[in-house]
Protein backbone atom coordinates (compact mmCIF):
# COMPACT_ATOMS: atom_id res chain seq x y z
CA UNK A 1 0.00 0.00 0.00
CA UNK A 2 0.89 3.84 -0.38
CA UNK A 3 0.40 6.52 2.03
CA UNK A 4 -1.49 9.74 -0.13
CA UNK A 5 -0.32 12.84 1.85
CA UNK A 6 -1.57 16.33 0.94
CA UNK A 7 0.61 19.18 1.84
CA UNK A 8 0.24 22.90 2.22
CA UNK A 9 1.43 25.91 3.43
CA UNK A 10 0.83 27.31 6.72
CA UNK A 11 -0.29 31.14 5.55
CA UNK A 12 -0.76 29.94 1.33
CA UNK A 13 -3.69 27.36 1.62
CA UNK A 14 -3.28 27.48 -1.79
CA UNK A 15 0.10 26.16 -2.39
CA UNK A 16 -0.51 22.34 -2.28
CA UNK A 17 1.38 18.78 -3.24
CA UNK A 18 -0.37 15.63 -3.43
CA UNK A 19 2.76 13.13 -1.89
CA UNK A 20 2.49 8.98 -2.48
CA UNK A 21 4.89 7.53 -0.32
CA UNK A 22 5.22 3.94 1.13
CA UNK A 23 4.85 2.93 4.68
CA UNK A 24 8.30 1.45 4.85
CA UNK A 25 9.82 4.41 3.99
CA UNK A 26 11.53 6.87 6.66
CA UNK A 27 10.54 10.61 7.71
CA UNK A 28 13.85 11.27 6.35
CA UNK A 29 12.34 10.16 2.82
CA UNK A 30 9.17 12.12 2.94
CA UNK A 31 11.49 15.39 4.23
CA UNK A 32 13.67 14.71 0.86
CA UNK A 33 10.54 14.30 -1.23
CA UNK A 34 8.86 17.59 0.14
CA UNK A 35 11.83 19.39 -0.31
CA UNK A 36 11.77 18.45 -3.80
CA UNK A 37 8.10 19.16 -4.53
CA UNK A 38 8.53 22.75 -3.24
CA UNK A 39 11.90 23.68 -4.59
CA UNK A 40 14.19 23.83 -1.94
CA UNK A 41 17.61 22.96 -1.72
CA UNK A 42 17.67 20.45 1.15
CA UNK A 43 20.30 22.98 3.28
CA UNK A 44 18.19 23.74 6.14
CA UNK A 45 17.71 21.91 9.36
CA UNK A 46 14.20 20.82 9.56
CA UNK A 47 11.54 18.55 11.94
CA UNK A 48 8.36 17.28 12.04
CA UNK A 49 5.81 17.19 14.72
CA UNK A 50 3.24 14.38 15.09
CA UNK A 51 -0.05 16.48 15.84
CA UNK A 52 -3.03 15.64 16.45
CA UNK A 53 -6.85 16.50 14.68
CA UNK A 54 -6.24 19.84 15.95
CA UNK A 55 -2.63 20.72 14.86
CA UNK A 56 -1.47 20.52 18.16
CA UNK A 57 2.55 19.57 18.13
CA UNK A 58 2.53 16.54 20.14
CA UNK A 59 6.42 15.75 19.69
CA UNK A 60 9.30 16.17 17.46
CA UNK A 61 11.45 14.52 14.83
CA UNK A 62 14.03 16.12 13.97
CA UNK A 63 16.79 15.63 10.72
CA UNK A 64 19.74 15.74 12.96
CA UNK A 65 20.41 15.12 16.53
CA UNK A 66 20.40 19.02 17.69
CA UNK A 67 21.01 17.38 21.86
CA UNK A 68 24.15 15.34 20.41
CA UNK A 69 26.98 15.86 23.40
CA UNK A 70 24.63 16.60 26.11
CA UNK A 71 24.39 14.27 28.91
CA UNK A 72 21.83 15.76 30.56
CA UNK A 73 19.74 12.49 32.34
CA UNK A 74 16.66 14.84 32.09
CA UNK A 75 16.32 15.23 28.22
CA UNK A 76 14.27 13.21 26.06
CA UNK A 77 15.20 11.13 23.56
CA UNK A 78 15.63 12.53 20.09
CA UNK A 79 14.30 10.33 17.52
CA UNK A 80 15.94 11.27 14.13
CA UNK A 81 14.48 11.50 10.69
CA UNK A 82 15.99 8.86 9.15
CA UNK A 83 15.56 5.99 11.96
CA UNK A 84 11.33 6.77 12.18
CA UNK A 85 9.56 4.79 9.59
CA UNK A 86 6.48 6.08 8.41
CA UNK A 87 4.32 3.43 9.39
CA UNK A 88 5.29 3.98 13.10
CA UNK A 89 3.91 7.40 13.01
CA UNK A 90 0.92 6.60 11.49
CA UNK A 91 -1.89 6.04 13.65
CA UNK A 92 -4.78 7.91 12.07
CA UNK A 93 -6.58 7.95 9.02
CA UNK A 94 -6.00 11.20 8.76
CA UNK A 95 -3.29 11.26 10.68
CA UNK A 96 -1.40 15.17 10.57
CA UNK A 97 2.19 16.08 10.45
CA UNK A 98 3.45 19.87 11.02
CA UNK A 99 7.15 19.87 9.08
CA UNK A 100 9.10 22.81 9.95
CA UNK A 101 12.58 23.73 7.76
CA UNK A 102 14.81 26.56 8.13
CA UNK A 103 14.35 27.58 11.38
CA UNK A 104 15.20 31.19 10.37
CA UNK A 105 12.77 32.01 8.25
CA UNK A 106 10.57 29.23 9.97
CA UNK A 107 8.68 27.44 6.84
CA UNK A 108 5.88 25.50 8.36
CA UNK A 109 3.76 22.94 6.19
CA UNK A 110 0.98 20.84 7.33
CA UNK A 111 1.00 17.11 5.83
CA UNK A 112 -2.56 15.20 6.37
CA UNK A 113 -3.06 11.61 5.09
CA UNK A 114 -5.49 11.81 2.62
CA UNK A 115 -5.56 8.03 1.76
CA UNK A 116 -4.43 4.94 0.96
CA UNK A 117 -3.61 3.73 -2.78
CA UNK A 118 -2.85 0.98 -4.06
CA UNK A 119 0.93 1.15 -5.39
CA UNK A 120 1.62 1.23 -8.86
CA UNK A 121 4.58 -0.45 -10.81
CA UNK A 122 5.89 2.01 -12.80
CA UNK A 123 5.81 4.42 -10.32
CA UNK A 124 9.57 5.34 -7.97
CA UNK A 125 8.48 5.60 -4.46
CA UNK A 126 8.01 8.66 -2.78
CA UNK A 127 6.48 10.16 -6.08
CA UNK A 128 4.88 13.64 -6.54
CA UNK A 129 1.14 13.53 -7.46
CA UNK A 130 0.45 16.60 -8.57
CA UNK A 131 1.13 20.52 -7.81
CA UNK A 132 -1.29 23.19 -7.26
CA UNK A 133 0.29 26.77 -7.39
CA UNK A 134 3.98 28.06 -7.02
CA UNK A 135 5.95 27.78 -4.17
CA UNK A 136 7.87 30.71 -2.85
CA UNK A 137 10.94 31.59 -3.10
CA UNK A 138 13.34 29.69 -0.26
CA UNK A 139 15.13 33.05 0.61
CA UNK A 140 15.30 36.39 -0.81
CA UNK A 141 18.43 37.33 -2.28
CA UNK A 142 20.61 40.03 -1.02
CA UNK A 143 19.18 43.47 -2.42
CA UNK A 144 23.32 44.56 -2.52
CA UNK A 145 25.94 42.22 -4.12
CA UNK A 146 28.94 41.95 -2.37
CA UNK A 147 31.99 42.31 -4.68
CA UNK A 148 35.01 39.65 -4.34
CA UNK A 149 38.61 40.98 -4.36
CA UNK A 150 38.90 40.46 -7.98
CA UNK A 151 35.62 42.52 -8.49
CA UNK A 152 36.61 45.22 -6.29
CA UNK A 153 40.07 45.54 -7.83
CA UNK A 154 38.38 46.11 -11.39
CA UNK A 155 35.68 48.69 -9.68
CA UNK A 156 38.26 50.67 -8.11
CA UNK A 157 40.56 50.28 -11.28
CA UNK A 158 38.12 51.71 -13.44
CA UNK A 159 36.87 54.37 -11.33
CA UNK A 160 40.65 55.51 -11.24
CA UNK A 161 40.78 55.30 -14.96
CA UNK A 162 37.79 57.56 -15.46
CA UNK A 163 39.79 60.53 -13.45
CA UNK A 164 42.69 59.65 -15.27
CA UNK A 165 44.99 58.46 -13.00
CA UNK A 166 46.85 55.32 -13.56
CA UNK A 167 48.48 52.63 -11.89
CA UNK A 168 48.92 48.95 -11.82
CA UNK A 169 45.51 48.33 -10.93
CA UNK A 170 44.17 50.59 -14.56
CA UNK A 171 46.26 48.38 -16.29
CA UNK A 172 45.63 45.59 -15.70
CA UNK A 173 41.70 45.60 -15.08
CA UNK A 174 40.92 48.60 -17.91
CA UNK A 175 38.66 46.40 -19.96
CA UNK A 176 37.26 44.03 -17.56
CA UNK A 177 33.58 44.89 -16.45
CA UNK A 178 31.89 44.08 -12.90
CA UNK A 179 28.73 42.26 -13.27
CA UNK A 180 25.96 44.94 -12.68
CA UNK A 181 28.15 47.61 -11.72
CA UNK A 182 29.78 50.37 -14.68
CA UNK A 183 31.17 53.65 -13.97
CA UNK A 184 29.82 56.93 -16.54
CA UNK A 185 32.57 58.93 -17.11
CA UNK A 186 30.77 61.98 -18.46
CA UNK A 187 28.74 61.57 -15.04
CA UNK A 188 31.99 62.00 -12.97
CA UNK A 189 32.97 64.84 -15.28
CA UNK A 190 29.34 66.75 -14.62
CA UNK A 191 29.86 66.33 -11.33
CA UNK A 192 33.20 68.01 -10.80
CA UNK A 193 32.24 70.64 -13.26
CA UNK A 194 29.48 71.21 -10.52
CA UNK A 195 31.43 71.38 -7.60
CA UNK A 196 33.75 73.85 -9.47
CA UNK A 197 30.77 76.11 -10.22
CA UNK A 198 30.09 75.42 -6.58
CA UNK A 199 33.08 77.28 -5.67
CA UNK A 200 32.44 80.12 -7.59
CA UNK A 201 29.40 81.40 -6.46
CA UNK A 202 29.96 80.71 -3.11
CA UNK A 203 33.31 82.90 -3.27
CA UNK A 204 30.99 85.87 -5.20
CA UNK A 205 28.63 84.98 -2.37
CA UNK A 206 31.26 86.24 0.28
Not at 5 to 20: P, S
Not at 99 to 111: E, F, G, H
Not at 132 to 159: C, H, T, V, Y
Request: aromatic share 12%; with cysteine; proline share 3%.
Amino acid sequence: MVYRFKIWFEHADDIIRWIDIKPSHTLFDFHNIIQESIGFDKKELASFYVSDGKWKRLFEIMLEDMNEGNDSKEEVPTVIMKNAKLREYVNDPHQRFIYVTDYLANWTIYCELHGIEDPKTNVVYPAIVKSEGKAPRQREDSKFKMLDDNEFDALAAKILATKGIKNELTSEFQALEVDGIEVDAEDEEEQEDDDTNLGIDDEFAL
